[in-house]
């Protein structure tokens, strides 16, 4: 990979050192992450969803954009100042990301409506819009109520990303853009999706909050800045 940030660029380094085995997923890496730094630079959030350990993966994505994962996200000057103590110096930036599998009431409602196959796409249908994204994730690529998801999100014109094993078909082909792991077995798929997904978060977050106290002064929304944070393409 050339003609990325250089914080990007050693970040994705030390996941390839760490797994090797990840680097023919590079590019599809980088793809993501320049979605995601477009979705969230234009005031987008992310709707995760997965089933079993995919579910609780959702979860963890979630947690790592929603408060600082490796940078402390201090607050804007604006925030420090308008909120008392201890919140001001407390609370953190954040990424707006919503992990679909922790409705618990709606999914098992619309499950005994509907059909447990539709639940992920009536929460995408409920609360997706144009300048969010989706995040796909399903070892087999084959999960019902994940593709329609993915399906729904297309349809109001979201951007959809999808994490999955080797082959990942048919999420692969519902996808702007998918990471498929060199493994078939679920549980080798998912021991590789957690490093792709800790990569992918430490490569949002040095975007956006990177660059110290420049990007902690204004109260405004999140938007994509320049620096070893940036959001360049590829070569």
Known sequence: ???????????????LVNYP????????????????????????KLLICGNGGSAADAGHVAA?????FRLPRRLQKFWRERLPQPLGEGLQRALPAIPLPDFTAIQTAFANDRGAELTFA??????????????????????ANVLHA??????KGMGVVGLTGMGGEPLRRLCDRCISVPETQTHRIQELHLPVYHALCAML??????????A?????PLLPHSGDGGCSSVG
Do not use: W, Y
Request: aromatic share 4%.
């Open 216 to 220: 902690i002064d204004s109260p405004g």
């Open 64 to 68: 790592e954009l929603l408060k600082g």
């Open 150 to 155: 993915c399906t729904v999100a297309r349809a």
């Open 21 to 44: 085995a990840l680097s023919p997923c590079a590019e599809d890496l980088d793809g993501v992450r320049l979605l995601l730094c477009r979705c969230f630079g234009a005031g987008g």
């Open 205 to 214: 977050e040095v975007h956006f909050f990177g660059d110290g106290e420049n």
């Open 122 to 143: 009536q929460l995408v249908f409920a609360l997706g819009r144009r300048e969010d994204a989706l995040l796909a994730i399903s070892t087999s690529g084959r999960s």
């Open 1 to 15: 990979m050339t003609g990325i940030p250089a914080a990007v660029a050693a970040i994705v380094a030390d996941l």
